[in-house]
């Protein structure tokens, strides 16, 4: 399985933007474009997209951008694959009218999605940045 663009997007954006929510700073798009060497349409459609799903607010004004509308570790990386890829949902009677080959095959195609989920529904915001301030700590070098 692989991320998304989108889903990578939005997640850089949404860490970007958890760092700045404890002093309330909004960002623009230009600047979480430029750190991440992101398009800006495409993280404009993907921010909106947060928007409308009430995970980010925007803010108008020359100090204006992007803010987190929920704190970083209230925003679940499921939460955010779910709005932005969207969620697969059986239809009722969808495997009624397989193979029982077709059907032991999608039944496990389920059950791998319901792990997937479940193992993205333990990580928030605030633990990528965590675990990013970790690397960040495990990287830096010290010259004498």
Same mark, same amino acid.
């Given at each position: 399985?692989?991320?998304? /663009?989108?889903? +990578?997007?939005? !997640?850089?954006?949404?860490?970007?933007?958890?760092?700045?929510?404890? %002093?309330? $700073? #909004?960002?623009?798009?230009?600047?979480?474009?430029?750190?991440? /060497?992101?398009? +800006?349409?495409? !993280?404009?459609?993907?921010?909106?997209?947060?928007?409308?799903?009430? %995970?980010? $607010? #925007?803010?108008?004004?020359?100090?204006?951008?992007?803010?987190?509308?929920?704190?970083?570790?209230?925003?679940?990386?499921?939460?955010?694959?779910?709005?932005?890829?969207?969620?697969? $949902?059986?239809?009722?009677?969808?495997?009624?009218?397989?193979?029982?080959?077709?059907?032991?095959?999608?039944?496990?195609?389920?059950?791998?999605?319901?792990?997937?989920?479940?193992?993205?529904?333990?990580?928030?915001?605030?633990?990528?940045?965590?675990?990013?301030?970790?690397?960040?700590?495990?990287?830096?070098?010290?010259?004498?």
């Amino acid at each position: 399985m692989e991320l998304s /663009s989108r889903v +990578e997007y939005a !997640l850089l954006a949404l860490i970007e933007l958890a760092d700045c929510y404890s %002093i309330e $700073k #909004s960002l623009k798009i230009s600047e979480i474009a430029a750190r991440h /060497s992101l398009p +800006e349409r495409y !993280l404009e459609q993907i921010l909106s997209t947060l928007r409308r799903e009430g %995970i980010v $607010k #925007s803010v108008r004004g020359a100090k204006g951008g992007y803010i987190l509308v929920k704190e970083p570790r209230q925003i679940y990386v499921q939460e955010v694959i779910a709005v932005i890829d969207g969620e697969r $949902k059986p239809t009722e009677g969808e495997s009624a009218n397989l193979a029982p080959e077709k059907m032991v095959i999608n039944e496990i195609w389920l059950q791998a999605d319901e792990t997937i989920k479940a193992f993205f529904q333990q990580y928030t915001i605030q633990d990528l940045c965590q675990q990013r301030d970790t690397l960040r700590q495990e990287n830096t070098m010290y010259y004498i």
